[in-house]
């Protein structure tokens, strides 16, 4: 199945392998646009025959960067270099994919940094700015702004960041929301704008990244995520993209295929397809996730920054012939 092919809404992945997005704070310039790093390093794995690549979280304001050398698309000056970056990944056979970010309480850029509630992630980080209601709609509009410039550059896929503590993750959990006004009364509100307004510039897959655990005891549980992913799916959400952690500082006790076990539950409890995530560094364990009915596409990270030929690798253990770029037909 891993090598099998998979379609959203009008666009087909040649298999079941997709890059995660990992930020790669690789902007030297700092100004957010894409550099010869990030050609090569796209490209490159599309030349190893993933079937989908996502780009690294892609912040939708300035001040919404993680680091000062995240990739931007908050103005159209970001467009020329990111349809340069689709087009080199998509002439390689790949599908390619965007996440739209915003670091909220975790950014660490100069300035001032908003959240939905005054508290900074620990002791070492800044107190941010608790959100107004024009800051609120300014954001979901530089989200939709974001979609709209992502559509114009070419990518096939937008993946909305609601995970790993930053902005909308914060508006989620109740560890970091604490608001009285709707956003804190309905904790969902906030994405459920956000979604809406991407929808209205994009008609294509549409992923959400959530953080499926707080580990923490006052935090969300798989099972707050699981009434999340059935109003995401209502309003149009194609698959969630199941990761855990970091809204709050947490001890987490990683091992092989940890977060698994999070995209079953969400894909069984709310009928949606999702994607599988965390330490899956083999083919067979990416097909025993298929093959159970456990997720419906593989997310790899780590493994695909030590080998970017990795479907190779996959494809090798499980016995399938995996067609080689012309190039490289002789040492395949």
């Known amino acids: 199945m891993l090598f099998s092919p ?17 930020c790669m704070y690789a902007c030297d310039r700092e100004d957010g646009t894409v550099h010869n790093w990030h050609l090569i390093h796209y490209a490159s794995r599309a030349v190893g025959q993933v079937g989908l690549i996502i780009v690294e979280a892609t912040a939708v304001t300035p001040q919404g960067r993680i680091s000062a050398r995240d990739l931007g698309i908050w103005n159209d000056d970001h467009i020329d270099g990111l349809r340069t970056l689709t087009s080199l990944v998509r002439e390689q056979g790949a599908k390619i994919g965007i996440q739209l970010a915003h670091a909220g309480r975790k950014a660490m850029v100069a300035g001032e ?137 947490a001890k987490i ?6 977060q698994v076990p999070f995209a079953e539950t969400i894909r069984r409890e709310a009928n949606v397809a999702t994607g599988a995530v965390g330490l899956i560094t083999s083919g067979r364990q990416a097909e025993e996730i298929l093959r159970n009915g456990r997720a419906d596409l593989i997310f790899i990270g780590r493994e695909l920054l030590r080998n970017p030929y990795w479907p190779k690798t996959a494809a090798n253990e499980l016995g399938i012939q995996l067609e080689a770029p012309k190039p490289y037909v002789r040492g395949w």
Not at 150 to 163: L, Q, R, S, T
Not at 183 to 189: A, C, K, P
Not at 227 to 243: F, P, T, W
């Open 113 to 249: 940094i908003i959240a939905p509630s005054p508290l900074p992630f620990d002791e070492t980080m800044r107190t941010p700015k608790e959100m107004t209601k024009a800051d609120i709609e300014e954001t979901i509009h530089a989200f939709q702004q974001g979609a709209r410039r992502a559509k114009e550059a070419g990518f096939d896929v937008i993946e909305i960041h609601a995970a790993h503590g930053y902005l909308i993750n914060e508006f989620l959990s109740p560890l970091t929301n604490k608001r009285t006004d709707e956003y804190g009364e309905n904790r969902y509100r906030f994405l459920s704008e956000v979604i809406e307004a991407v929808k209205e510039v994009w008609s294509g897959p549409l992923f959400v990244r959530i953080s499926a655990s707080d580990y923490h005891p006052d935090g969300l549980t798989v099972n707050d995520y699981v009434e999340y992913a059935k109003r995401m799916k209502a309003q149009g959400v194609d698959l969630i993209d199941v990761s855990s952690g970091a809204v709050v500082p």
């Open 253 to 258: 006790d990683v091992y092989p295929g940890y």
């Open 6 to 22: 998979y379609t959203i809404r009008d666009v087909t992945f040649k298999n079941r392998i997709v890059m995660s997005p990992m």
